[in-house]
């Protein structure tokens, strides 16, 4: 669509049936191209359901706006000590067993700080320790996010977690995998399955399994669905800017006046949105484009 002359034009011969021009909260049905709107710059024009094409913007020339410095957000999963360990266990004895475990000696050592925060505060202090883990240490970040939900963990997983996998999967695709697991791990397997359970697999031929559903990769993704925590954390920053400080819980002295100047013609400028109608173009300067809520 295009804006000269006082009119909208459609590319096409014909506006789609049902087309209209909101004004005012107000739907004016389109019945010809070119189309003469009702109301006024930025026209706001629907040809399809849940679709929405504004032409033009809210401001022009040059405007005042507050800028002010936001932290950004964002959310991932990790895995917490708290929810797969005995409760019964002591410091030391999680720190034993953490010691067995067939990790490196850097991931061993983010499990050590695990413990002590585990050990030293509540579930709401962790979540804060881990979400400043998550902005501050990138690699540790890492781990927590990743590495700590390979199969290796399992020796810290307490209760009957393990025994519902093998007891559904093919004895012939555990069979498959069970050569290659590290010792920790085969003694977990032999922990929660019977000594005949245990037997059936070893004899049992061999299968090879599709992609994802060895013995190795379906653990992995029963320990993160069952297990992964949801956490948000801070990482970078951005600005926002407002028209006015009116109604502002932001403390005046943190936000800066900036002058802007819209570029000329802005009416060529078409801003189409799917779904929601709330969002305006609210202008177009030579470096941004300005959009509000």
């Avoid at 506006?15 to 006024?40: A, R, T, W």
């Avoid at 977690?161 to 032999?190: A, G, H, Q, W």
């Avoid at 403390?251 to 709330?278: A, C, H, W, Y």
Wanted: avoid cysteine.
């Amino acid at each position: 669509m295009s804006f000269k002359e006082g009119k909208i034009y459609s590319k096409n011969e014909r506006f789609p049936e049902k087309s209209f021009e909101i004004s005012d909260n107000v739907e004016f049905p389109i019945l010809q191209n070119p189309y003469l709107p009702v109301g006024s710059i930025p026209f706001q024009i629907s040809r399809r359901e849940s679709e929405l094409t504004t032409i033009g913007v809210v401001r022009t020339g040059n405007f005042i706006l507050y800028k002010q410095i936001r932290n950004k957000m964002f959310s991932t999963r990790y895995l917490s000590l708290k929810d797969i360990i005995n409760p019964e266990l002591s410091e030391s004895e999680v720190e034993k067993k953490i010691e067995s475990l067939y990790f490196n000696a850097k991931q061993k050592s983010y499990l050590f700080r695990l413990v002590k925060i585990l050990f030293a505060g509540t579930p709401a202090e962790e979540q804060t320790i881990v979400s400043n883990l998550f902005s501050h240490e990138p690699e540790f970040a890492i781990f927590l996010r990743d590495q700590i939900f390979q199969i290796e963990i399992l020796p810290l997983i307490h209760g009957p977690f393990l025994n519902r996998i093998l007891t559904s999967m093919d004895e012939r695709i555990i069979r498959f995998s069970y050569p290659k697991l590290s010792p920790p791990v085969k003694v977990m397997i032999e922990k929660n399955i019977s000594k005949n359970k245990l037997k059936s697999i070893l004899n049992s031929p061999i299968k090879k399994p599709e992609a994802g559903e060895s013995l190795e990769e379906i653990v992995e993704k029963e320990i993160f669905k069952n297990f992964s925590r949801k956490i948000y954390y801070e990482n970078g920053i951005f600005p926002i800017y407002q028209e006015s400080l009116e109604n502002s819980k932001t403390d005046p002295n943190q936000k800066m006046e900036v002058m802007f100047q819209s570029l000329g013609e802005t009416f060529k400028f078409n801003f189409q949105i799917f779904g929601t109608r709330s969002i305006r173009l609210y202008s177009v300067t030579k470096k941004r484009f300005f959009s509000r809520f």
